[in-house]
């Protein structure tokens, strides 16, 4: 089935033709419902209510055991019997309904019998204990995963913690999911017999929550109908203005998509390539957006150009012969083959050009790729297939109680478990209440395009677009993340609040001290609900003291320790000025050169010389103003007296460790100034009393060893001449 096409006809979207057979006739299953009901048909023969099940199930598993299947109906049909859906349809029919759309989209033998008994134990007397009993376990765990927590029990929470349970079962298989996105395109279908508000309620309910998952999982065919849906029923004057356009487009005598595949058929053909290039009518949603985008539409953008290859090679061989033969637009052009979508996606996007200014967008694929484009995870079938066979050939003992992919604590472990739903479960096992997750996670399902960052061990993290350090530390440390000190993004030290891009490689630095704390305006800079939900967690156990102390998170400049000597001032006898051995002296403050530095001096008002480091910006300026140098030399003695600037990430205690590891080193500090923090970076300066220049390099390295220091340098600020 492919909901991407519609009729425009119609006033919603409708499955048109696959690319690769025949279309099934819509099956009446209010007709087929009916009949069911008449009796029970013999043992051994498959129900004719199944039949279109049946033939669409073997369209793609043509040597599928169908027992399950008829044993399935048989007890769904006389469990529901008697049930009327509020349409007035015998029940049946929603369960035949919801198989056939999953028949339709390939998925395998067990996904469809969980389908056809995903209501009755919610709904008749069939309890889970007889689902495995008579289908084995991983039916039963399927339909379980669909199953409603009742409302008697949960009151207004029953809904979310519905879905809290149903994507607990989805991370351990992606079937449970698959099942109910089908169950919900069904409803929607059919939701006309319902009251407005009511139709409006679970509208809105499928638009936040079930068309995410649906794109997440990658089941295209499932969720553009939904959205088709959805949008009749929340925006019906835009939908009703959208047919018009659809129809009034389908009634042009001339179709500039026809002509294009006509032309790109013939480059293929004499290029030697075996390709079908198929038209690919837009859904009502997508020609809204389009419309929106581009203001007046024209032939070409009610649909796009699909072309089907054998092999991933063909794919790029297409590409070439299109943009060799026809105009492209290289703006247009994306490759989602070499690097996939995080839904399984993988495509080449491009578009063509004519001289009448008509663009068409062109799709390149081969056709398992446009299998799994349309139907995602359910083109995957059985995620546990692998482990059995690896299982069996590894000899591992069969244990009637465990299912096959099952782990060694009893969780379930599925290979096909995509990344954004292994962190959706971390994050929600954290959520303190229903409210909670339920607005964290339709926070979470808005973001809809993830991006890949690298560790330096090699490993990835998948993040949401637009996460930062803040997001990277919490994913992968959970809440040991609260050390958290700092980041390097490609090897440059960058702040937490850096929004990371895909492809980024992050070394998160991580401090040591256990009484480590987030800060606050780390709240500002998390995205991700696992981040965001830690940080609220850790604040409101934390609350802010009503007068912070002076520290290194005070929001202002401290002098921690009062100046006992002006440097500037202060007379030095390490150094002597040649010729002139009485002549006073006196360190830039700007450099602070310490013996062993290279060093120039310039007389300054009474007769005293500044002594500068001889890389100094000072020296250039008054050099290029025309100032003599004074030729300066070190004496004797070792003794000095340096300015050193620390660059840290802002933490408690950060300054106690800071004083103490210079005091070890044998450094009297003379003063010492702390900056106001910005974005968690702070900026400490200090002027310090050396016995022995040569130590300088061992302070140094003794000051970057303190957690939550990154960087020692000697000052080097931009003075005014002397």
Not at 88 to 99: K, S, W
Not at 288 to 315: I, M, P, Q, T, Y
Not at 334 to 357: C, E, M, W
Not at 453 to 472: E, I, N, Q, S, Y
Request: net charge negative.
């Amino acid at each position: 089935m492919s909901a991407e096409a519609t009729n425009p006809a119609t006033p919603g979207p409708v499955a048109p033709a696959t690319t690769r057979r025949r279309s099934l006739p819509r099956i009446d299953l209010r007709r087929l419902g009916r009949a069911a009901l008449l009796g029970s048909p013999s043992r051994g023969r498959l129900p004719d209510a199944i039949g279109h099940v049946v033939e669409a199930h073997r369209a793609h598993h043509p040597d599928a055991d169908l027992e399950p299947l008829r044993r399935a109906y048989v007890l769904a049909e006389s469990s529901h019997r008697g049930q009327m859906r509020k349409s007035g349809e015998p029940y049946i029919t929603h369960p035949l309904a919801v198989t056939l759309i999953l028949a339709e989209l390939g998925a395998e033998t067990t996904t469809l019998t969980a389908s056809l008994l995903h209501d009755t134990v919610e709904d008749t007397d069939v309890t889970l204990d007889q689902v495995r009993e008579q289908f084995g376990e991983e039916v039963r765990y399927l339909v379980d995963g669909v199953t409603k927590l009742e409302k008697v029990d949960y009151g207004a929470a029953a809904e979310p913690e519905t879905f809290r349970k149903m994507l607990v079962a989805t991370g351990s298989d992606v079937r449970v999911m698959s099942i109910k996105l089908a169950d919900r395109l069904h409803n929607m279908r059919t939701l006309g017999v319902m009251r407005p508000e009511k139709q409006e309620r679970i509208a809105k309910i499928t638009r936040d929550f079930l068309i995410p998952l649906a794109e997440r999982l990658g089941v295209q065919a499932l969720k553009t109908e939904l959205e088709d849906l959805v949008f009749a029923i929340l925006h019906p004057e835009e939908y009703e203005h959208t047919r018009e356009l659809i129809v009034d487009n389908a009634s042009r005598a001339d179709d500039p998509l026809a002509e294009f595949a006509d032309a790109m058929r013939a480059v293929l053909r004499e290029a030697g390539i075996q390709a079908e290039v198929l038209i690919r009518p837009r859904h009502f949603v997508s020609v809204h957006r389009v419309s929106r985008k581009r203001g007046e539409l024209r032939g070409c953008d009610f649909g796009r150009l699909l072309v089907l290859v054998n092999e991933d090679a063909d794919c790029y061989a297409v590409l070439g012969e299109l943009h060799t033969c026809m105009t492209p637009v290289v703006s247009e052009f994306k490759d989602f083959i070499a690097v996939p979508k995080f839904n399984l996606y993988q495509s080449l996007h491009t578009a063509v050009a004519r001289a009448d200014g008509q663009v068409a967008e062109v799709l390149i694929r081969t056709h398992q790729m446009h299998k799994v484009a349309e139907a995602g995870v359910v083109a995957l079938g059985n995620p546990y297939v692998g482990l059995q066979a690896e299982q069996s050939r590894e000899g591992a003992p069969a244990d009637g109680d465990r299912l096959d992919g099952e782990g060694a604590d009893g969780e379930r472990v599925d290979p096909t478990r995509p990344g954004w739903l292994s962190r959706l479960l971390a994050w929600q096992e954290a959520a303190p209440d229903t409210d909670t997750f339920w607005s964290t996670l339709r926070e979470d399902l808005a973001q809809d395009r993830e991006i890949t960052v690298f560790r330096p061990d090699g490993g990835t993290l998948g993040l949401p677009d637009g996460a930062t350090c803040v997001d990277a530390a919490y994913a992968q440390y959970g809440e040991d993340a609260h050390a958290c000190i700092g980041a390097r993004v490609n090897g440059r030290l960058a702040t937490l609040s850096t929004v990371l891009q895909d492809g980024d490689t992050v070394q998160l630095l991580m401090g040591q001290d256990p009484a480590s704390e987030p800060s606050r305006e780390w709240l500002e800079h998390a995205h991700t609900p696992a981040a965001r939900i830690a940080i609220q967690r850790w604040l409101a156990t934390h609350p802010a003291p009503a007068e912070p102390e002076e520290s290194v998170d005070a929001a202002r400049t401290v002098t921690d320790i009062p100046a006992a000597d002006s440097p500037l001032s202060r007379p030095d006898t390490a150094i002597t000025v040649v010729g002139r051995p009485d002549a006073g002296v006196r360190l830039a403050g700007c450099c602070t050169p310490v013996p062993a530095d290279e060093v120039t001096g310039f007389a300054v008002r009474g007769g005293v010389v500044t002594v500068h480091r001889a890389e100094c910006a000072a020296v250039t300026r008054m050099a290029d103003a025309g100032r003599a140098a004074v030729d300066v030399r070190w004496g004797d003695t070792t003794e000095c007296r340096v300015t050193l600037v620390a660059e840290s990430f802002g933490r408690p205690h950060l300054l106690a460790d800071l004083t103490e590891a210079m005091a070890l080193e044998g450094a009297e500090i003379v003063s010492a100034t702390v900056e106001p923090p910005s974005q968690q970076r702070v900026r400490h300066t200090y002027t310090l009393q050396l016995p022995d220049a040569a130590h300088l390099p061992t302070l140094m390295r003794a000051m970057r060893n303190v957690p939550g220091v990154y960087d020692v340098s000697r000052a080097q600020h931009h003075a005014p001449a002397s």
